[in-house]
């Protein structure tokens, strides 16, 4: 990682729906704003078991239905994230509380809504839809686009 980009790892259970639609969102995010130089992104899953497969077709669909290109392999968090990211940007409590049994250093571990302008109070979950209909991808996409333009927003001012 270059000194000068910020490292933004997002994070979920297997890496194969919510955190790579957030990968995705936050480069096409950062690339409309011409940013894309300042970061590396990457995602990952607190679960081994999808490690080295493709996203969940479902969220390829929902990217792709909304003009955002999805190229993914699954990969599981590692020890050396820590280092490797400035901020581990965890999809719900439950991946919060899994990265700090990591021993990921907590002021490293973000909730993703709480980047969401629209959310007032305490940030909520962004829910997995992997057992859901495709209701759930939709609103798993609207949650994470919201959440990721205000999260660029947010690494933006610190850069300025």
């Known amino acids: 990682m270059s000194e000068n980009q910020t490292g933004v790892l997002f994070v979920c259970l297997g890496n194969i729906c919510r955190s790579p639609l957030a990968k995705a969102l936050f480069i096409d995010h950062a690339r409309r704003a011409n940013r894309l130089d300042q970061f590396r992104i990457d995602s990952c899953g607190l679960g081994g078991w999808h490690a080295g497969g493709p996203a969940d077709p479902r969220t390829v669909q929902i990217a792709a239905a909304n003009g955002i290109e999805l190229v993914h ?54 829910p997995d839809p992997y057992y859901g209909g495709e209701e759930g991808f939709r609103h798993m996409y609207e949650m994470l686009h919201r959440a990721c333009g205000g999260l660029l927003a947010h690494l933006t001012s610190l850069r300025s």
Do not use: C, W, Y
């Not at 049994?101 to 962004?126: I, N």
């Open 73 to 126: 392999t699954a990969r599981q968090v590692h020890r050396g994230d820590a280092t490797a990211f400035d901020l581990l940007i965890a999809m719900d409590q439950n991946n919060v509380r899994g990265l700090l049994e990591l021993g990921m250093p907590a002021e490293k571990v973000k909730l993703m809504r709480s980047f969401d302008p629209s959310v007032r109070g305490p940030a909520p979950d962004v």
